[in-house]
């Protein structure tokens, strides 16, 4: 990312094809409706935004770090390049949820239970974070580092772990038919259950 944004984020209450560019949302914001409009080199990292609703918007280079989002809905959100550590999805609406990241940073962050089937995680960093009980079914984590990411009771049918990094999973508690990985990135699921891999 770029120079921190200096601009006061000052968006009005419905929002159709706007751009906001370089600037920083501090405090709370509430009832806002986004669609079409991107959003790039923003900083939102500790804003809350309660009850927003984004359609078909793209952030781009832009930090979230532990934003609140309370109540509000995604369909249709492309992240690119963008600092999301720490964000608790759980507390988004559990309407509509259609999401992409790509050349995220998602460490520490909450998706847990949640509803993701199709979802893609390309070259993101997960560390840490929770996806216990989710519904990841055909979801992508391609090129995505996973050290210490948890999967408990995940559905993770048909999803693509190929060319990740620190994948463990438990095979016994998750439902993993159909899954994508290659042995060379297995290594951490492998010596979960015991078994021993050779370079």
Known sequence: MDAPA??????????LDA???D???????????????????CDFSQARLENAGFVDC???DSDLTMADLPDSTFNGVVFERCRLRGIDWTRISSGL???????????YANFEGLKLKKTPFVKCSLVETSF???????????GSKLAKASFQGADLRKADFR????LALDFSSC??????LRLSDARGTLQMHGLKVSP
Request: hydrophobic share 35%.
């Open 58 to 60: 793209r952030f781009v």
């Open 175 to 180: 439902q993993c038919r159909g899954l994508k």
């Open 23 to 41: 600037c920083r949302a501090s405090g709370a914001f509430r009832d806002l409706q986004f669609e079409n409009c991107v959003f790039s080199r």
């Open 163 to 166: 060319d990740t990094e620190d």
């Open 6 to 15: 200096e601009r006061e984020f000052n968006p009005s209450e419905d929002n």
């Open 97 to 107: 949820l259609t999401l992409e990241f790509h050349e995220c940073v998602l460490d």
């Open 19 to 21: 751009a906001f560019a």
């Open 132 to 142: 216990d009980s989710a519904t990841l079914q055909e979801s992508v984590f391609s």
